[in-house]
Structure formats: structure tokens, C-alpha cells
């Protein structure tokens, strides 16, 4: 069934039947319906009146195979035929008196030349009442139906098919209960025809003024778009009401769907008209300003950005790309959806800071006394800062001697620095970022990384999704309001990567002084020189950067403080902060030496003065609280009588001790089978104890204590040194045969690994196997090969540092580690006795104590007080 029956081919019909015939109102309302029988001898006496025409039906009648449509009786359809079978057909019928011809669809409506088995079995007996031959060969015609008919046989098929038919009529029904379904009928087609302004009104006024039902049914059927198996269907039911049951139901789903579509169009062309409202108020008034004088908004705002972008000294392409932006925006309607990102987009451009930068205050003298007044200690990277201020001073003199050109044609001059300060937590890393700013006379801006995760939080968003922007490099730079600030980025080894993203790899173009003259963010879309900037990154270590990442920057360690430093910084930084934070004045608390002294020994154990000012902190409230109690209600302005903090002072305040190192090890190693490591850890060096005892066995070997498989490795390795080497070592051979080892390394809750503890397990177990103690104040540190060698290791000044802190006297280092006390303060190298071992015999006989001279060779060396 064609899509609707009013399409331009069927109109002109129509036109052609109403200019022929007189109208097709006349044509619908007043249809030649005669009395249709079929082989019926006129009875004598029998005529006809002068209203009715009695036509006579052949058996055999030629038959018109139809695609797509279903002709009904009582209706005038017009027809296109181009067959040549069915050309030869309607010449045939027209050259005839009667001009009759059946009329069945075809089951297939893609069926080119559907022969007697493709076709439905009813169909209709019409009449050719008008012909016409189009200029293409097409013959059109128009036909009515007359009645319905049933195929019984096919007689003929060439040239065309003829069959023997039987009429097939309808059931006579009278009744109430089918005149109303019948007026329902007609009233729900004049409702469609009210919402498809395609059906004429003549045609609405024909079918309303209808009576018979049957004839109802089938000229509603004849205009109504329906499926063709339904339409089929209506024409197969024998009864007036099932017909007119099932045509309502047709009608009232069609009136359900025109309705939607027509509160969907409505809706539509509301939202059209008020955006056309709109436009032609905006056009309006902009013609009433003209008239006036005056500049309408959107114009005054696109001058504005003209005047903004020149100002804003742009380099030529972020120019050229301002320019066409405005340019665009200028013929936008305000209304329109691209204003806002346009506009938005403009905004961002003339904001940033292309030419404004910070005069570089070059006074090295100035530099260095902001640094030492902010800062104790840090020489390395106090030297870096002013190396790099007296060379921007000594360029500045020379630029002419020293420009661009004076280099290649790839190179640039570079003008920023980008320095990664690497060390563990509260050694001052961030504020030291601060304190270089305040030292160049620049402005600081700081940006964490830390759990970052997407790269767009580097680079933005195209400007293509909704809600778009720059990312936080250019955020912060706008913010700042300068080209050259001092950039800190914080926790650099704490990015996160994964299948949301690789921000470290963003990072590779910021971080790259011969990328970042010509950072693209993909919101802006045109570079912008991020080489005037000082890039400082913090990390706790390195491992986690990625390689490439890591050799854009300037490596800058900070290790741990001494103790004399901590009191140094307690003193001049940290203590006149925490009085001025908790009101107190400098008369009403002194610390003394003794107890700063008990506070970083018993209450703290870090590489860095975080801790440290906490408990200061907490003091210093203690001693508020004492004051606001002793005053009572009244408002004093006279000092309290000064507190003294001294050692007692301290464990009044801040209670027992939390850390006991000189006892805890002391005690630990009093027993043979436990020696004293060395370790480094993020937040700077540690104390790791070794244990190993023996139990009753074979062989057995036990490692327990969360190690990973490079420290088991060197317990392995250990072990197996001891092993071979046992009787040059003086212990018994059949120790192993007798005994299982197991050894443990303590906090177990903390992931441990590392080659570094393996010269620390060697002597453990030949403290065990021999009962000899290891000295409580000896420290090691270094790896072990199976040949008895010790080898360098990493982090010897963290380690040494935490050595210090713990009170050990003695520390055991590989020779190749000597170099490496350089790093260390003067103090420190006076404070400790410094061993270096080329062999694990170098080691044991450094750190073992001497062997018993009375020791019952049955007796458990393990259980040895």
C-alpha cells in the first residue's frame, strides 16, 4: 500500500475527473451504483425503474492484477497502468459495450508481473469510465467499483488474464447499533480531514453526507492510509459491522497518531517563532539605537574585544586566530547557541598575560639574604638560585653580545629553569618554592599533581565539547597575571597513570625547555611561551617519575636535617611562628637547648620539622591554656611570669616518650642473632632490626616479615655465603644439619625490599650461629654478593642521618660509599665512627663482639642473655 493515497499522480487525476465529469464531489456523492447480477434471464413483468440500472456480470471476465492498492466497491480510483499485458487488456475492455473487469491485488506489492497464484482470491468488479493516454506510454483510467467477486479459475493468461468469476456480496444488515458505527465512522474522517489539510473539502462534505453504511465503509477505506493486508482484510469480511469495527479501529489509532505529530509540529514551530520573534525585536532595536545614535550591546562588546586583542601585545598567530574569532562573532545573532563559546572563548585570549611579565629583581646580595632569612641550611639549592640570577644578570649586560642569532637556527635561548627538588616530607620543598619567588622578585603560583589522572588537567579540552576550557597551566597563568611567575608543581611522582589517562606525558612538553616557547593547549589552540617561567617540581622520590620526564629536569636533592639543624630551625623559624599563631609573647615561654634536645629525640623521629613544629605547637597551647586559667575572667595585658621548657618541662606537657632508640637497641641486640640496618625509606632514613633464631630441624630457612624478592634474594645469598664460608668463619659445620633458620624483619606491616640489608643478614646469622652479640652501637649498610664481596648502595646520607638520630656510634659502609661523606654536615662526621668493608669478613669481625670464652657447646646460643 502506497505511503498515502494523495500523492501528485492521483491528484492530477482528481483534477482531471472533476474538470471531466463535472466535480468529484458529484462523482463520490451521487456514484452509478447499479443493481449488479450475474447470468440472471430478465423475468417478464420485471423492469427497471427509471432510478435504477440493471447490469448484468459475465462468468468470465478479464482480470487486472493490482500492486499496492485495493479498489472497493461503490468508489472511483483512479488507475496508472504501463504493462504491456494490461495496456492490451483496457484496449480490449474499452473496444467493448460493457467495459468490465475484475480488479485483484497482488499478495506482492514488488512483484513485476504477478501471475493467477500471487493474487488474493476476492476483489472487485468495476467499470472503466474514463481513459487517457500520457505522453510516456502510461495509460491512465479511471475506474468504479461495482461489486465484490471471488476468483474461481483462470481461463486465459496471454496476452493478459481472464477468469471465471462469481460475485461475492456483503451480508444485509439494518439496525441502529450500525448506523451509529457508521456516523462514528464519518465523524472521526472529518476529524483527520481537519488535521491533513491534503484531503479536499468537497470530499469531506461527500463522505459526511453519506447514509448507507456499507458505502460509508468503503469510500472512508477508499482515502484512508492503512497497510494493504489491512485494507485486504476489509474488503474479505462478509458482515457490514465487523467491517465497520474493524475501519474504526483504523481510525482511531490514525487520529491518535496525526494528534502527536501535530503536538510535536506545534511545539516546533513555537520554539521557531520565538526565536524569529526574538531575532526581528534584536533587529528592531538595533535600528531604533542606530536612529538614536547609539551603539547596540553586541556591537559595543565585539568593538571592545577589537580593541583588547591589539592591546593585548599577541604574538601573529594568536592574532590572526582573535581577529577571525571576532570577525565570527560580529555576525552571530546574541541568541545564537555559538555566541556563548565564541565569546567565552575570546575572553580567554585577551585575558592571558602574552607580553605582561615581572621585572627580575637581579640583586644577588638581596637574593641571598631573602633565602637565609626563610631557609636554614640547603646550601645546593640556595647556590642554584643564585647561579642562575647571576647569569640572567650577566646576560642582561651582554644581551647584544649574546642575542638569537648568535646560535643556530634550531636552538633557542633559554630563557626559564626547571629545577625537581627531590627529598622526604617537612624538609621545606614547597615553602622553599615560596622563598625563591619572594628572592626574584616574581610572583609564586602552585599546582598539584597529586592523584592526577587525566591529561586534560595539562592541556584542556577542544573546545568542540560542551563545557570546555583550558587547562590548569593557562588557568593559573591567567590567574597570576604574568608570563614569568615561579611555577611550582607539587607531589610530581604522585600522577597517577592508567586507562583514564597519562598526565605525565603531557607534562614532557611544559616540562621541555625547547617545547614549552610553544605550548599548545588544546582549548586555545595557538601557542603560548611558557619559557620565561621557572618550573619547580617536589617529589619524595624518583622512581615513580617516568624516565622521560625525569631528564627534562634539574635533580635537586633534599636529605633529612641533623639535630643541630633542627635546633637551629626550631629556634629561628619554627618557635616565633607557633608564638605568634597561638598570641604568646616572647617573655612568657623559653625553650631551653636541653629541652629542644628531648622533644626531637623522644617525641619525633623524621627526616624533616614537621613533626617537630607540632609538638612545639602543642606545647605552646598547653602553656595559653595554663595562662587563660590563671587570669581567670579578667582581661590582663601584663605578661605571665615566663615557662621554661625545659626536659621535665616537656614530659609534664607532652607526656611519656614516645621513641626510646639508644634503650630499644640496646636490648635488642643484646641477644646474638639480631643486627642493626640501615635503611632508606620516602620520608628519609630508618633503623631496620634483623632477626634470626634456630630451631630444631634440617636445613630449613624461614624469611618472614613483608620483604620483597630482591631483599629475599639477598637472604638467600647471605645465607648461602655463610654456608660455604663456615669453618673460616669459626662456626660449626653441623649446625645446619641439626637446626632450621628463621629469620624476621620486624614491622611487618610495612612493605620492605632492597639489596642494601644483605651485609646486615650476613652478620645476623653468624651472630646467631656463633652466640656472638653484635655491639649495640654499631649501624650497617651493603649488599652481599655469593663470594662475600660488599657492594655500594644508595641513600648513605639518609641513612647516616638516621644513624645519628638514634644514637649509634659505629657505622659500617662499603669502601666504594666513602665519597659519599661529603654530602654529610661536619657534626655528623665527628659524631660518628665511620668503618669501611671491602669483604663480609671486614664486617663481622667490625661489628661481632668477642667470642665466650665459657659456652656449653649443647647449650641454645639463641636463648643467650
Not at 638569537?404 to 625537581?420: A, F, M, P, Y
Request: aromatic share 6%; proline share 6%.
Amino acid at each position: 500500500m502506497p505511503a498515502s493515497r494523495w500523492n501528485s499522480s492521483i491528484l492530477e487525476m482528481l483534477n482531471w475527473l472533476y474538470e471531466e465529469q463535472n466535480g468529484l464531489e458529484e462523482l463520490i456523492a451521487h456514484p452509478i451504483i447499479p443493481r449488479v447480477v450475474q447470468n440472471e434471464p430478465e423475468t417478464q413483468g420485471e423492469a427497471d425503474s427509471p432510478e435504477e440500472l440493471r447490469l448484468q456480470i459475465p462468468k468470465i471476465l478479464p482480470v487486472l492484477p493490482l500492486r499496492g492498492l485495493v479498489v472497493y466497491p461503490h468508489t472511483a480510483v483512479p488507475l496508472t497502468i504501463g504493462q504491456n499485458r494490461s495496456i492490451k487488456l483496457v484496449d480490449d475492455v474499452m473496444d467493448g459495450d460493457e467495459r468490465l473487469i475484475a480488479l485483484f491485488t497482488s499478495r506482492d506489492p514488488e512483484l513485476e508481473l504477478p501471475g493467477p497464484e500471487d493474487l488474493y482470491t476476492i476483489g472487485t468488479v468495476a467499470m472503466v469510465h474514463r481513459l487517457f493516454r500520457a505522453p510516456d506510454g502510461t495509460m491512465r483510467l479511471v475506474v468504479q467499483g461495482l461489486a465484490r467477486c471471488r476468483l474461481q479459475e483462470v481461463v486465459q493468461q496471454e496476452p493478459y488474464l481472464k477468469a471465471v468469476v462469481e460475485l461475492a456480496p456483503e451480508n444485509d444488515e439494518r439496525g441502529l447499533e450500525l448506523e451509529a458505527m457508521a456516523r462514528n465512522a464519518r465523524s472521526q474522517f472529518e476529524h483527520i480531514a481537519d488535521m491533513v489539510p491534503s484531503i479536499p473539502r468537497e470530499l469531506v462534505t461527500s463522505v459526511v453526507s453519506l447514509e448507507d453504511a456499507l458505502q460509508t465503509v468503503y469510500t472512508i477505506s477508499n482515502f484512508q492510509r492503512m497497510e494493504l493486508e489491512e485494507a485486504q482484510a476489509l474488503l474479505e469480511l462478509d458482515s457490514i459491522s465487523d467491517k465497520l469495527h474493524r475501519l474504526v479501529s483504523i481510525l482511531a489509532r490514525e487520529v491518535e497518531v496525526l494528534e502527536i505529530g501535530q503536538k510535536i509540529q506545534n511545539e516546533a514551530r513555537s520554539e521557531i517563532d520565538k526565536v524569529q520573534r526574538e531575532y526581528f525585536l534584536r533587529e528592531q532595536l538595533k535600528a531604533i539605537q542606530r536612529e538614536l545614535g547609539e551603539v547596540d550591546e553586541q556591537a559595543a562588546e565585539v568593538e571592545e574585544f577589537r580593541q583588547k586583542i591589539e592591546a593585548a601585545g599577541m604574538p601573529e598567530e594568536a592574532g590572526k586566530q582573535a581577529r577571525r574569532e571576532v570577525d565570527r562573532l560580529s555576525r552571530l545573532p546574541a541568541a545564537a547557541a555559538e555566541y556563548g563559546v565564541i565569546r567565552t572563548y575570546l575572553d580567554w585570549l585577551v585575558s592571558l598575560p602574552w607580553a605582561e611579565s615581572t621585572l627580575d629583581n637581579l640583586d644577588i646580595a638581596h637574593a641571598r639574604q631573602v633565602l637565609d632569612q626563610d631557609h636554614y641550611g640547603l646550601e645546593d639549592v640556595k647556590e642554584r638560585i643564585l647561579e642562575f640570577l647571576a647569569v640572567r644578570k650577566l646576560r642582561k649586560e651582554r644581551a647584544i653580545e649574546f642575542s638569537q642569532e648568535s646560535l643556530d637556527e634550531i636552538h633557542r635561548i633559554r630563557e626559564g629553569v626547571i629545577l625537581c627538588f627531590v627529598g622526604p616530607p617537612g624538609v621545606g620543598k614547597t615553602s622553599l618554592g615560596r622563598s625563591i619567588a619572594r628572592a626574584l622578585g616574581r610572583k609564586f603560583v602552585r599546582m598539584s599533581l597529586g592523584g592526577m589522572r587525566d591529561e586534560a588537567e595539562i592541556r584542556g579540552h577542544r573546545r568542540t565539547y560542551i563545557g570546555a576550557m583550558p587547562g590548569r597551566i593557562i588557568q593559573a597563568l591567567r590567574r597570576i597575571e604574568t608570563r614569568n611567575p615561579v611555577f611550582m608543581l607539587d607531589e610530581v611522582d604522585k600522577l597517577v597513570f592508567d586507562f583514564h589517562g597519562d598526565p605525565a606525558s603531557a607534562l614532557l612538553e611544559v616540562l621541555d625547555p625547547e617545547q614549552n616557547v610553544e605550548f599548545r593547549d588544546h582549548y586555545m589552540e595557538v601557542p603560548f611561551n611558557l619559557s620565561q617561567v621557572m618550573f619547580i617540581t617536589t617529589a619524595n622520590q624518583l622512581e615513580p617519575i617516568p624516565i622521560a620526564l625525569r631528564d627534562r629536569m634539574e635533580i635537586i636533592h633534599l636529605s633529612g636535617y641533623t639535630e643541630s639543624e633542627k635546633i637551629s630551625i626550631a629556634k629561628g623559624y619554627l618557635i616565633p611562628r607557633q608564638l605568634i599563631e597561638n598570641g604568646l609573647r616572647t617573655d612568657e615561654i623559653t625553650f631551653s637547648q636541653a629541652g629542644l634536645e628531648t622533644i626531637i629525640r623522644s617525641f619525633t623521629r623524621e627526616a624533616g620539622v614537621r613533626n617537630l613544629e607540632r609538638e612545639i605547637g602543642s606545647i605552646c597551647r598547653k602553656v595559653v591554656t595554663q595562662i587563660a586559667e590563671a587570669n581567670g575572667n579578667s582581661e590582663s595585658t601584663e605578661s605571665a611570669p615566663a615557662t621554661v621548657i625545659d626536659p621535665a618541662k616537656v614530659l609534664e606537657l607532652l607526656g611519656r616518650p614516645r621513641f626510646f632508640e639508644d634503650e630499644e637497641i640496646a636490648r635488642r641486640t643484646s641477644i646474638p642473632g639480631v643486627a642493626t640496618g640501615l635503611a632508606w625509606t620516602p620520608v628519609g632514613g630508618d633503623v631496620l632490626f634483623i632477626e634470626a633464631t634456630r630451631m630444631p630441624g634440617n636445613k630449613g630457612y624461614q624469611i618472614t616479615g613483608s620483604i620483597g624478592n630482591v631483599m629475599q634474594e639477598s637472604a638467600h645469598a647471605a645465607l648461602s655465603y655463610v654456608r660455604a664460608k663456615a669453618e673460616s668463619l669459626g662456626l660449626d659445620a653441623e649446625f645446619f644439619e641439626k637446626a632450621d633458620i628463621h629469620l624476621h624483619i620486624p614491622s611487618g606491616s610495612q612493605p620492605k625490599d632492597g639489596p642494601s640489608a644483605g651485609v646486615a643478614i650476613a652478620t645476623a646469622l653468624v651472630s646467631l650461629i656463633s652466640g656472638r652479640p653484635v655491639k649495640p652501637d654499631v649501624g650497617m649498610t651493603g649488599e652481599i654478593t655469593l663470594r662475600g664481596q660488599v657492594m655500594p648502595v644508595g641513600g648513605v646520607k639518609e641513612k647516616v642521618l638516621a644513624a645519628h638520630r638514634s644514637g649509634l656510634k659505629t657505622v659500617i659502609l662499603p669502601t666504594l660509599n666513602e665519597a659519599d661523606l661529603d654530602d654529610l654536615a661536619p657534626e655528623v662526621r665527628q659524631a660518628i665512627h665511620f668503618i669501611f668493608a671491602d669483604y663480609i669478613e671486614d664486617v663481622i669481625h667490625a661489628a661481632l663482639e668477642p667470642a665466650p670464652t665459657e659456652l656449653a657447646p649443647e647449650q641454645d646460643v639463641s636463648e643467650t642473655k
